[in-house]
Every structure is written in C-alpha cells, then in structure tokens.
C-alpha cells in the first residue's frame, strides 16, 4: 500500500492492485501530477497525456447495437498519414495511447507498424479490439502492449452471432476465443475479457433476447482463456444515457456479481465498471453537472477518420470537434484545439466515467503537496 493525498488534505490509501477503472486515484502518479495541477489551475498542456486513436472506422461486425453506428464504415486515416502521425505522437509528451474505435483498430493495415513506433518511444499502448484479428499482429500485441481488451459481450457462440454478427457463413466466437487463448500465453501486458450488458425489448418492455443470463458463464470462461480481469459494463442508448435494469434483472445481476467475486484470486480479477455499479445500485441515468468546462478534456483526447474530439461519448459529434489531424501536424493542431468547447451542464448529462475526475480536478487547486506523498506510476492511462 501507498499513501497520497487526497483533495481535502487528507490521506488515503491506494492499492495498486484492480485500480485500473479508479480514475481518480491515477491522477496522483509522479509523473502526471505536474501536468494535472497545470491543468487544474486552468492552465493548457502542450499535448494531452492520453489520445484514443482510432485508425479506421472500418470494421469487420455488424453490431446492431453499437454505439457509433452513426461514424462506421467511413474511411480511415491513410497510411502515409497516420504512420507519421506515431512518430509525431512519439515525440511529444503524450503519455499513452489506446487504440480504438470507432472501427476495428487492428482492420488498418499499419498497425503494426504505429504499435511499434509508439511503443518504442516508451508510449504506453492499449488495445480494445473485437478480437477477430488478433493472430494477424499476436507478435506485435504480445510483445508491445500495456493490454488488450476484446469486447466479447457474450459467453457463447449463439449470444455472439446474436449481439455482434459477422458477415461469415460460421460464428467467430471460437476464432476470438483461440486468438485470446493464443495471446494469453504470449503476452507481457494484461488481457481482460469485456461484457456489455445488452438487450432487446418491444415497446411494451417485453424482453426478446439478453445476454444478462451469460455474465457468469463469461466470466468463467475469461478465466479458462488465461484473461487477466472480466469488465462488466452496462450499454448506452443513442444519447449514451445508461440502460436501465427492471427490479428482476437488477437482482438477478446483483447475485450473479456475487458469485463471479468467488473466481477472483491473485492472477484473475472482476473489474465492476461505474456504469454497472449505478445499475446495482439503482442510480438515476441523468448524472447533473455543475461545472461548465470539462477538464478531463485538457488531459486526454479522442483522434479519429473524421476529426479529432473532445472525448468518446462525443466521436462524431460535429459540435464537439476540436480538429483535423489529417490537415495538420498533431501538436500544431492541439495548440489551437479549444478543449473547453463542450460545456458539461448542457451536453453532458448523461453517465460519464470521468466525472469524479472532474470533481478531483476541481478540488486540487486548494491543496499543497509534499513530493515525497506522491505515488510512483502505476497505470498512465487517465
């Protein structure tokens, strides 16, 4: 254990250990905080700390439910452009980046190529992949990534095809669940196994097919594979408002979280996603904010084919783009990038992972610190 400081002055502990979706605490690494404070102060970084990549809109699934529906299938960054994109990444102060999407990262054909330029330059690199194309770069991922996160959202072949269909005649299911197998015994960073909650219902509220009756299966199943964590996290519809669970399905979750706890031991975790903690808990989906600027937004941005935007929940959304990195070189655009372009009271009262970032955020100009309380880098993914 290590102890920080907290932003009321006081200490608390911090567990390294399953502290991957405790945002807050990882703004008080050493080698964050300084940025952090600038921006706190109101001040602006020369680059953020973290960029989410996406390479493509391009992907290989026709999920009916997803999220960015609305961006799919509409080009990706040349190759030219995004190749020298990493080198221009590589040599500034940015921390980390994911690749994502949007599309299916690992669809681009220089991902290869951009995980090593980043990495080499001691980048930290993240990876959220369907999984279907994870034995073309094994070598690469294995060897390069901080982790690997495959959206599965199912624990069999059927619930697969049902939620998140290919266009081939057989279920990829076990194609993914191979690739994983295959990583799991070559990797160097983490591997998590990742379960959206989804469901279909007629109007009247009559459920036609859910994957909810899965999650412990799942979880069972992402241990067998030799996956690090399971992450369960809760949908969004269009407005990414989070999908609310009837009385019956929130107790039916509850017990099934309680007994996915029994398979944790030292090499396995479950990571409960703040989105599936406030269906248990029974949280309203409006989530209030009081504050009129988004200081997440100085700290990490979200790259992609059509232009580079505030954060994920707003890819795509034309009010919320701060640029073009097809135009222009990365840190050119970044300096004329206006991060407080979205105001959070208006545009964002829907869930949003970072909001108790903000709130810290918020805070941590009232306070002082002692170098010697800080704690040494554990996850720099922000």
Known sequence: MATIPSAVGKKRELSVVGKKLDLVDKLYQRSILPSVMKVARGERLSAPLVVDLDPTSFCDLSCPECISANILNDGQIERDRIEQLAEELAGSTVKAVILIGGGEPLMHKSVG????????????VGLVTNGTLIHRYIEDIAEHLSWTRVSMDAATARTHRIFRPSGRLQSVFPIIVENMRALAKKKKGTLGYSFLLMKRELPNGEITTSNYGELLAAGKLAKDIGCDYFEVKAAFDEGHFVLP?????????REQSRLLAQLEDDGFRVLRSSTFRSILDGKERIQPKEYARCLTAELRTTMTPSGVYVCPYHRGNAQAK????????????????????????????????????????????????DEDQLVDDFDLFI
């Open 113 to 124: 190529k951009i995980i090593a330029t980043l990495a080499g330059a001691g980048i930290r």
């Open 245 to 253: 669970a009837s009385p019956q399905q929130t107790e039916e979750l």
């Open 322 to 369: 701060i640029g073009d990195i097809r135009k222009e070189a990365f840190l050119d655009m970044w300096k004329r990038a206006d991060s407080s372009i979205v105001d959070p009271r208006r545009q964002c009262q829907f869930h949003c992972a970072r909001h108790d970032t903000n709130l810290e955020l918020a805070k941590l100009v009232q306070v002082d610190f």
